[in-house]
């Protein structure tokens, strides 16, 4: 197992893949919290709804420690059907982009101990 895999099923030890669901969570908060599983089910959906509600509505989305969801503008431009190379326009869009933060990335590089490692 690689080093990076380890360290984040020392961090979080009751996922099985590398993929984080928000089953899981719930059921994380279940475990550790104490919450009921409707109560946990609940909270995870709504720290959704609250996310998807303010991108849509063109706001970012800002989680100290974690990092920025940021709605970024796309202007039109030409593009190219990869099979014919004919060439078709791309219409102009929104589209959601994730910046992660210097502690996520340092966390993440190793450059700063979790709160496992400062136990």
Wanted: glycine share 6%; no cysteine; hydrophobic share 35%.
């Amino acid at each position: 197992m690689n080093d990076k895999i380890r360290d984040l099923t020392v961090l979080l030890p009751t996922i099985e893949t590398p993929t984080l669901t928000k089953a899981e969570l719930s059921e994380m908060l279940f475990e550790r919290l104490g919450l009921n599983k409707r109560e946990s089910k609940d909270m995870v959906e709504a720290f959704f709804e609250l996310v998807h509600d303010s991108l849509i509505s063109g706001n970012d989305v800002k989680l100290s420690g974690f990092g920025n969801f940021q709605i970024r503008q796309k202007a039109s431009r030409p593009g190219r059907n990869p099979r014919t190379g004919e060439v078709i326009p791309i219409k102009a869009r929104q589209v959601v982009t994730f910046h992660a933060s210097q502690k996520l990335k340092g966390m993440v590089q190793g450059d700063i101990p979790t709160e496992e490692d400062l136990e």
